[in-house]
């Protein structure tokens, strides 16, 4: 049987004129489905993703430093090329200052890392598809923000809205290709948010997943 080494030096050899981007994320399928379905319609031979699974053991581990073990056990395991890149995607709103400081200052000493982080949720990267989040009122950018929920067991604002959006929302099943249609806008839009890029991570209402979608797409 082959070793996992070798079955990279062959996926390598197979892509040597590819830049590998390494995907890892907080959720478990709404990022999966979104960047699978992204990197399908943008096929390249320049740009081949990878998207890292979950083992049945690491389901419920979804924190941001899980995430970054991630990516660091796939590194340690595999020679990755000067332009390979990986990508850590999570969220602001379930975590610590603390623990994202130290996330990002492990990202910011790695030349191929790179952290994603959406301020909420990554269901405003999905929602600036068909949304223009800076056209919003201030009492509606504020909405948007906190992202709440209209009681206990409802779900968080911006899942609601992107459900009545596209009109069927899951965030196990949903149909991506409606929303990469309008990759472009997002792309924008995102960027239009991100006042002070400099940052280790939006501060307010702002997702940097714009620039993996960039990477993805072969964007400059």
């Given amino acids: 049987m082959r070793s996992r ?20 994320s907080e959720g478990k399928d ?6 699978k379905a992204l990197a399908k319609e943008y096929t390249n031979l ?14 419920n581990n979804s924190s941001p430093e899980h995430v970054l073990k991630q990516l660091n056990d796939y590194k340690s395991k595999y020679d990755l090329e ?22 990002a200052t492990e990202c910011s000493q790695e030349v191929a890392m790179h952290m994603a982080l959406s301020n909420p949720c ?11 989040a ?15 929920r209209k009681s206990k067991n409802a779900d968080p ?3 609601v809205r ?20 309008h990759i472009e806008d997002a792309i924008e839009r995102a960027r239009a948010l991100d006042k002070n890029p400099t940052d280790r991570w939006p501060q307010t209402l702002g997702t940097r997943v714009y620039l993996l979608a960039k990477s993805v797409i072969n964007r400059n």
């Fill in 162 to 181: 992107l459900r009545q959006k596209m009109g069927s929302y899951h965030e196990s099943s949903y149909d991506a290709l409606t929303l990469i249609a």
């Fill in 82 to 103: 000067a332009d390979d890149e990986l990508w850590l995607v999570v969220d602001k709103d379930r975590w610590t200052e603390a623990m994202l400081s130290h996330v």
């Fill in 30 to 35: 709404t990022e999966r489905i979104y960047f």
């Fill in 157 to 159: 604002y911006l899942k």
């Fill in 5 to 24: 080494n070798s079955l990279m030096r062959e996926r390598r050899e197979a892509f040597r004129d590819a830049r590998l981007i390494v995907i890892a």
């Fill in 134 to 148: 800076a056209s919003l009122s201030p009492e509606e950018q504020e909405q948007w923000m906190k992202n709440r």
């Fill in 122 to 132: 990554f269901e405003l990267w999905l929602l600036l598809h068909m949304e223009d």
């Fill in 46 to 59: 320049r740009v081949h993703v990878h998207i890292l699974e979950r083992s049945e053991n690491e389901q």
